[in-house]
């Protein structure tokens, strides 16, 4: 039997969060659980969520409130440690859900009973243009290689298949349980662009080829500007994230040839993006980025 609590970590994004819990209650398979991990200026969020749950007595509302919890990973791992269903799922609070989406991810795991992770497929991704994807896909190779960009966005795939895949998109991923008891979240290392790939590939690592998307569960992703880095800040985290990634995986087969190869990439799209903007900025980010990641040191 199939038991869902459904953790979303939160910040400083009341509106957001009630379209959220809105496209949550009305689901057809509806959680047993909320837990609700909030980290914002104030918990204001509180008494609205629990009015608007009356209605519904048999989901139980976990709320945490606590400012000291700091970043994504760690409340992530606060809401795995207060919940107890056997299916676990994370959402973020600025995606709206088709009403079977917990329904399509549920009959995933019945479907495929190996299954110990998978995400839904986001149906608004930015738009991006046929060369950046080419681009995306040219220099994303071993370790880095990652079909989502290929997969979200795209109509066709639905009533498809369940896609094999160890890059889940963490801000709508489900778990088993079981996988939390045998790989733990990366607290120490100050993961937030690549929390979910550093977490799904370690995953993969243990379990093999156990993890999936499923493209008939579907969401929209309203990316909130808030808490969200302006450019310059966005691209020197995503290469310091890349350094960390790959030392976290420097043995794994084609690491050391793939992760240069990234770098160049990225060195390219800096280019591009500061001619782009007029603004030197993106290249300032790329190389304070490159300061930062050959400086960090890996916590075990």
């Given at each position: 039997?199939?038991?869902?609590?459904?953790?979303?970590?939160?910040?400083?994004?009341?509106?957001?969060?009630?379209?959220?819990?809105?496209?949550?209650?009305?689901?057809?398979?509806?959680?047993?659980?909320?837990?609700?991990?909030?980290?914002?200026?104030?918990?204001?969020?509180?008494?609205?969520?629990?009015?608007?749950?009356?209605?519904?007595?048999?989901?139980?509302?976990?709320?945490?409130?606590d400012i000291s919890i700091k970043g994504l990973v760690a409340a992530k791992k606060v809401g795995v440690s207060m919940?107890?269903?056997?299916?676990?799922?994370?959402?973020?609070?600025?995606?709206?859900?088709?009403?079977?989406?917990?329904?399509?991810?549920?009959?995933?795991?019945?479907?495929?009973?190996?299954?110990v992770g998978c995400s839904g497929v986001i149906i608004n991704p930015p738009k991006i243009s046929i060369t950046y994807?080419?681009?995306?896909?040219?220099?994303?190779?071993?370790?880095?290689?990652?079909?989502?960009?290929?997969?979200?966005?795209?109509?066709?795939?639905?009533?498809?298949?369940?896609?094999?895949?160890?890059?889940?998109?963490?801000?709508?991923?489900?778990?088993?349980?079981?996988?939390?008891?045998?790989?733990?979240?990366?607290?120490?290392?100050?993961?937030?662009?690549?929390?979910?790939?550093?977490?799904?590939?370690?995953?993969a690592r243990h379990y093999g080829n156990r993890l999936f998307i499923n493209p008939n569960a579907r969401l929209a992703?309203?990316?909130?500007?808030?808490?969200?880095?302006?450019?310059?800040?966005?691209?020197?985290?995503?290469?310091?994230?890349?350094?960390?990634?790959?030392?976290?995986?420097?043995?794994?087969?084609?690491?050391?040839?793939?992760?240069?190869?990234?770098?160049?990439?990225?060195?390219?799209?800096?280019?591009?993006?500061?001619?782009?903007?007029?603004?030197?900025?993106?290249?300032?980010?790329?190389?304070?980025?490159?300061?930062?990641?050959?400086?960090?040191?890996?916590?075990?």
């Amino acid at each position: 039997m199939i038991l869902i609590s459904v953790i979303v970590p939160t910040k400083n994004r009341a509106e957001q969060l009630m379209c959220f819990i809105d496209s949550l209650i009305s689901q057809s398979l509806l959680p047993q659980e909320l837990v609700i991990v909030d980290q914002s200026f104030n918990n204001t969020s509180e008494v609205n969520i629990k009015r608007k749950l009356t209605q519904f007595p048999n989901i139980k509302l976990i709320y945490i409130y606590d400012i000291s919890i700091k970043g994504l990973v760690a409340a992530k791992k606060v809401g795995v440690s207060m919940c107890s269903g056997n299916i676990i799922f994370f959402l973020e609070d600025d995606v709206i859900l088709k009403n079977d989406y917990l329904y399509q991810i549920s009959e995933g795991f019945n479907r495929v009973p190996k299954m110990v992770g998978c995400s839904g497929v986001i149906i608004n991704p930015p738009k991006i243009s046929i060369t950046y994807k080419l681009f995306f896909l040219v220099f994303h190779r071993g370790i880095f290689f990652d079909p989502r960009i290929s997969i979200f966005g795209n109509e066709n795939l639905v009533k498809h298949n369940l896609l094999r895949s160890d890059k889940i998109s963490g801000g709508v991923s489900a778990w088993k349980r079981e996988v939390f008891e045998q790989v733990d979240f990366d607290i120490f290392n100050d993961f937030h662009m690549y929390e979910d790939i550093d977490f799904s590939t370690r995953v993969a690592r243990h379990y093999g080829n156990r993890l999936f998307i499923n493209p008939n569960a579907r969401l929209a992703h309203y990316c909130s500007p808030i808490n969200r880095d302006v450019l310059d800040i966005r691209q020197r985290r995503k290469v310091r994230e890349c350094f960390t990634y790959y030392k976290k995986r420097k043995d794994w087969p084609s690491a050391t040839i793939s992760f240069y190869w990234l770098l160049l990439g990225m060195f390219l799209e800096s280019i591009f993006q500061s001619f782009s903007s007029m603004s030197c900025k993106p290249i300032q980010g790329y190389l304070l980025g490159l300061q930062d990641g050959s400086a960090k040191k890996i916590i075990s």
